[in-house]
DNA sequence: CCTATTTCTTAACTTAAGTGAACGAATCAT
DNA sequence: ATGATTCGTTCACTTAAGTTAAGAAATAGG
């Protein structure tokens, strides 16, 4: 697991035995269950998630009703908006898998960063290239049907589509479960 | 205008009179006539864009239709991914008004970040809080219908909905113009 | 293993968005 | 000023998504 973070991090920064040895020390890696719940609706947080393993997803409960709006898995980084703004947060996140992340706080990787210049540079360059990704998907999404979302996710994501609930893939789709299931049919039906 | 560009970065870091002059320095403030095109589709560009005055937008020509994705206003920055990336650009960004910006190329800035730690501090909380505020537009716009979103809109953007054609309106509410006009009309319907 | 719950699909109906055509209004270029 | 293009609205029609109800399939818990 420690060298998979290494491998990740070796992409953005060259770290030195000593600086590794300050990344392990810090004790971040945690195993969780599937149902695992990390944050909840009005809580406060401080901690951010980085998934080695597994699948954590983020959630809105609107009149009732779940509302997915994302997944991150293998590779992913998540530091909700609360984290960011100090609010309450709006949404939940949970692992829809047995899990292994990696669990920051936002106070310890202000101390880290000022400590060590390099990672402050690593969480630069990372939030950037994260926020043009937000971007990207944000406009296909914008500039496309949900036929066609659900065939964009198809290619980009197919392991989403296996591990993940259709329920959940729906609202994470923009539209209700019985139209994903409608949109399913309807293209099985053009492939024949 | 320099008043303005210092008000903003002092909200995240506090700069001594040396560091706002190796700012001014760098002559980066631009007046640029509406309709100046800013990058292009296919090129490669490594410009950011800070809006001191006036509006943006950045979009895509599928099919040969104008789809507009963002408008960037007073405040606000836009680094398109074709500078995070090192790609050609997917889309175009032009001024829909006179524009007074500030623009900047990714050389100078890692120039700049590593001669004053302070400016890549700066520039980490700004691209996170960019990333969050990006994530809840994007949840927002996948939880609600387009009823809902130009609503949200009128709230949150009033002055958009007035400085900006309804055509470009439209597709960034990720609908058709048509759609959009009876959509009003039926809004319009309900308030009588 | 069996029941209870959740999840997924299908179908019928309603509502809204996509599409194409037509028209007036606004804008632009000459 | 005027003719041409672009822009916004309206209408009729098509297509797809939202909604409600019902039942089959899969899953979880005892």
């Known amino acids: 697991m420690k060298n998979i ?20 020390s810090l004790d971040l890696f945690r195993s969780l269950k599937k149902g695992t719940i990390l944050l909840k609706e009005g809580q406060k947080s401080k901690n951010s998630y980085f998934v080695l393993k597994g699948c954590i997803r983020a959630y809105y409960v609107l009149e009732g009703e779940e509302k ?73 999404f914008k500039t496309s049907s949900p036929e066609q979302r659900y065939l964009n996710l198809i290619q980009k994501r197919p392991d989403l589509v296996q591990r993940v609930p259709q329920h959940q893939l729906a609202s994470y789709l923009g539209i209700q479960p019985h139209s994903l299931s409608r949109l399913r049919a309807r293209i099985l039906e053009k492939k024949t």
Chains 1, 2 share one sequence.
Do not use: G, H, Q, W
């Not at 973070?5 to 392990?24: G, P």
């Not at 990696?102 to 939030?127: H, W």
């Open 5 to 24: 973070l290494f491998d990740f991090m070796s992409k953005y920064v060259s770290l030195t035995e000593e600086e590794k040895n300050a990344i392990i």
């Open 68 to 140: 997915t709006t994302a997944f991150y898995t293998e590779m992913e980084a998540l530091t909700p908006p609360c984290v960011i703004n100090k609010t309450p947060s709006e949404y939940y996140v949970s692992c829809t898998e047995d899990c292994i992340l990696l669990v920051s706080n936002s106070d310890m990787e202000a101390e880290i960063n000022s400590k060590f210049p390099k990672f402050e540079l690593m969480c630069r360059i990372l939030s950037e290239e994260l926020l043009a990704k937000e971007r990207i998907d944000f406009d296909e």
